[in-house]
């Protein structure tokens, strides 16, 4: 029976979960200067009606809304890709470790199935 080393085990999960936080991170960071630049700009606007006597009272609170609403569906968006990339931090660890686990015991002739996450 081969025995796991841990240093190259601890390496290899390593790879493998800062590969998918570099990827989601860069994707992460992109949107999110997009959707708080968006963000911004229509407070800009907003705050510049106001102030001009453009928008009035009727309209004000629509508009601050939206911006309440924009700013919320950029959280939930974000809580959303975050989950994702939890996910598929734990598929990639569990791989991983599995496959390490699985060519440890190779010579009992028992395969171990990779967990999925449910």
Do not use: H, Y
């Not at 609403?69 to 990339?85: A, P, R, Y």
């Amino acid at each position: 029976m081969a025995a796991i080393d841990v240093d190259t085990l601890l390496n290899d999960i390593r790879t493998a979960a800062s590969g998918i936080i570099e990827r989601d991170l860069a994707t992460v960071k992109g949107f999110s200067e997009r959707q708080v630049k968006a963000i911004a700009q229509q407070a800009a606007l907003v705050s510049g009606g106001i102030a001009s006597g453009q928008i009035t009272e009727d309209t004000r609170e629509f508009l601050l809304d939206g911006i309440e609403t924009m700013t919320q569906n950029f959280l939930d968006t974000l809580t959303g890709l975050f989950v994702v990339t939890v996910e598929k931090l734990w598929n990639a660890i569990v791989s991983v470790v599995w496959k390490a686990i699985n060519g440890a015991i190779a010579a009992t002739g028992i395969a171990l199935p990779v967990p999925t996450k449910v």
